[in-house]
């Protein structure tokens, strides 16, 4: 059952390896006047679970990353997508703007991308504090990842600032997570299409500084191979690109497997995550515990995260990534108890109804479906046919989730199908 999901691997990630024709890095740094300083502390604190700004660091350039976790009918996560903001001191205001880099096709007139108004608290000294809470009264929803199918790739500003009105909300939480991330979670009950719907926020913030040894790829030829990819980014042409999301393989990329995982399953979701090194020809992803208490999403940690959901039937990746270059900064992959705890039973479905697997809300859709469904149909329902004993049905039970957990893995990698 192994060989399952190994076909075709190596190939992908080759591919995911080609450069694409825009190996500069024009219009992703910071100028130098934009340039916040590296530690974050000394732009932004907290206190009262209210945050403050230093006034030297109005104008700055900060990385502004989300993760909505919509409350019901379990607790998931979608990142939204990452920005780079500077905040701005107007008229007994805190404004948060987006820059313009990526989203103008001319510099020829000034132009400010408006996001959110924070109400000023108190100034004391250097120091201005604000209602984040108050600001956040809209919680834009627009995610990470897209792709295209080959056609003519447009921008569209409707799509990018997509946001749902926030009905009610309070801050739960403000923390300094290191020297380079703040991190301000906030309750909320949104407005969505209509419907009242509970959700939790994560906001981080963190001075925007890009890896610099980062090459962005272009994503093209769709008729041969394809990335997931950032927002597109508007040339002076007012014609668009976009990057493919990718990680920066020169250093360890690794997946913490959530601690209430069972220990029976543990050992082939780390195979799941390992074989990628087998594609690739040497050891880039590596596999740890999370330490208890750490669950997706987590900044410091690419979460694996097991879900105690035995009704389930799906699986998704979910990432975060550099609006400018499209590097992976951050994954995690949902995991509940229905895609694992297969039994006799639950295998015969399979035979008449396959489940989800792919990114959360492309499930459906033609961006995540199994080229090669039928065969694997064939497979099971042959199985069927068997007298599989409890331990055959427990192994194929765990090639089932070896082959989940590197499809998915495979997508935080950037691939498509």
């Not at 993760?67 to 701005?88: D, E, G, I, Y």
């Not at 396959?354 to 042959?382: I, R």
Request: net charge negative; aromatic share 12%; with cysteine.
């Amino acid at each position: 059952m192994k060989s399952i999901y190994l076909i075709g691997l190596s190939l992908l990630v080759f591919l995911n390896l080609a450069c694409g024709d825009r190996n500069f890095r024009k219009g992703i740094d910071p100028k130098p006047e934009h340039l916040a300083p590296k530690n974050v502390s000394e732009s932004f604190g907290f206190e009262n679970d209210q945050l403050y700004i230093d006034k030297n660091s109005l104008e700055k350039e900060f990385l502004l990353q989300a993760v909505l976790s919509p409350q019901l009918p379990a607790a998931q996560f979608s990142s939204t997508k990452s920005r780079v903001v500077s905040f701005r001191l107007r008229n007994n205001k805190i404004y948060m703007l987006e820059a313009t880099q990526g989203h103008s096709s001319s510099s020829s007139l000034p132009q400010n991308l408006l996001l959110a108004e924070f109400p000023i608290i108190n100034e004391k000294g250097n120091f201005v504090s604000f209602d984040f809470n108050a600001g956040m009264s809209q919680i834009f929803v627009a995610e990470d990842w897209s792709g295209h199918e080959g056609e003519e790739i447009k921008y569209d500003a409707k799509a990018v600032f997509k946001s749902a009105p926030v009905k009610v909300s309070y801050l739960e939480e403000v923390k300094l997570l290191n020297s380079n991330q703040f991190m301000i979670r906030q309750i909320a009950q949104i407005d969505y299409e209509g419907s009242p719907l509970p959700i939790e926020v994560k906001y981080y913030l963190s001075p925007y500084n890009p890896n610099p040894k980062f090459v962005p790829t272009e994503s093209k030829n769709y008729d041969r191979f394809g990335f997931f990819e950032v927002t597109p980014v508007v040339e002076d042409s007012n014609k668009a690109f976009t990057y493919a999301t990718k990680w920066d393989i020169e250093k360890p990329v690794t997946f913490a497997i959530s601690s209430n995982t069972p220990i029976e399953f543990r050992e082939a979701i780390r195979e799941g995550v390992l074989y990628w090194n087998k594609a690739f020809g040497r050891e880039v992803l590596n596999v740890v515990m999370a330490p208890a208490g750490v669950n997706a999403p987590d900044i410091d940690y690419n979460v694996i995260q097991w879900m105690d959901w035995a009704s389930a039937r799906f699986a998704y990746a979910d990432g975060q990534f550099d609006p400018r270059s499209g590097e992976a900064l951050h994954a995690q992959i949902f995991l509940p108890s229905g895609i694992a705890n297969i039994g006799k039973g639950i295998v015969r479905n399979i035979t008449r109804t396959w489940p989800n697997v792919g990114l959360k809300n492309f499930g459906s859709g033609h961006l995540c479906e199994y080229q090669n469904q039928n065969a694997l149909f064939e497979n099971y329902e042959n199985l069927m046919h068997a007298n599989l004993s409890e331990k055959e049905i427990a192994d194929l039970n765990l090639d089932f989730l070896r082959a989940i957990v590197a499809h998915e893995v495979g997508h935080t990698l950037g691939l498509r199908h």
